[in-house]
């Protein structure tokens, strides 16, 4: 089984003040226990699952104001007024806007680990049930059906992690380059134009550790979706070995309801 890497994390982002013009500040970021870390030790306790949702309701919030400032004709006139051109705007809006998305992306998938959850002990009792004969020939036929789909269904989740896998691990190897693009500036910035080149490659990193969140995230579902087709397989499987054992006909029928 696949180890992946958990995010964990506290809201303490940095807001954007609301006259652009005079400082652009910083876009909102993860703080530091939410981004990976060099080191595999120590590793943080990860937060319960619903608070995961809460604080990712919080980064869309924080994500969205970040957009609209950066869309904001004061942005595109403080920037004219720093002397850079109109495309670190697009740049802005770039990064600001890819960053939402994936923090929608994100809760998204947080929300389908929630229902995941809820689902694991029913089919875990599906899974034990048993089964038996007595199967209609063409309960057979649906039983076999069903589990040739969710063989398929199993390989192609099965190279759908493994691929995320490996481009998470690929996008994970950006984020020194990211870090020392915010390094080279002083702090604070020695002019306005410094000032909004900073912004956009901490809007660049946020973009980049939002997508590991929300690529994360994914990896649980597809684990947990995994695991259920695994389940889905066996209880069909043991419906068949029921059938051909011919054993207890009323237990295999009330499976296949279940099922």
Do not use: C
């Not at 923090?103 to 929300?111: D, H, V």
């Not at 959850?117 to 309960?139: H, I």
């Not at 597809?222 to 499987?237: N, Q």
């Amino acid at each position: 089984m696949l180890r992946f890497i958990f995010f964990y994390f506290f809201l303490t982002s940095v807001s954007l003040p609301h006259n652009v013009s005079a400082t652009p500040g910083l876009p909102p970021g993860l703080p530091l226990s939410a981004q990976p870390s060099s080191s595999p030790t120590p590793q943080p306790i990860e937060k319960p699952l619903f608070e995961q949702i809460e604080d990712s309701k919080r980064f869309i919030q924080e994500a969205q104001e970040t957009f609209k400032r950066m869309q904001s004709p004061a942005t595109a006139a403080a920037i004219a007024g720093a002397g850079l051109p109109a495309t670190l705007q697009t740049d802005l809006l770039s990064a600001a806007g890819n960053a939402l998305r994936n923090f929608q992306r994100y809760a998204e998938s947080l929300q389908t680990l929630d229902r995941f959850s809820k689902n694991l002990s029913a089919r875990q009792a599906l899974a034990e049930s048993g089964g038996s004969p007595g199967l209609e020939d063409t309960e057979i036929a649906l039983v076999r059906d069903r589990l040739n789909s969710t063989t398929q269904a199993l390989d192609a989740a099965t190279s759908e992690l493994k691929i995320l896998a490996d481009t998470t691990q690929e996008n994970a190897s950006h984020l020194p380059k990211l870090d020392q693009a915010i390094k080279q500036f002083s702090n604070p910035p020695a002019t306005e134009a410094d000032n909004w080149q900073l912004t956009l490659a901490k809007l660049r990193k946020t973009e980049t550790e939002s997508l590991l969140l929300a690529n994360d995230a994914q990896k649980k579902v597809l684990t947990l979706r995994i695991a259920s087709l695994e389940k889905d397989a066996h209880a069909d499987k043991k419906l068949l070995q029921a059938e051909a054992t011919a054993v207890s006909p009323g237990k295999s029928s009330d499976a296949l309801a279940r099922l």
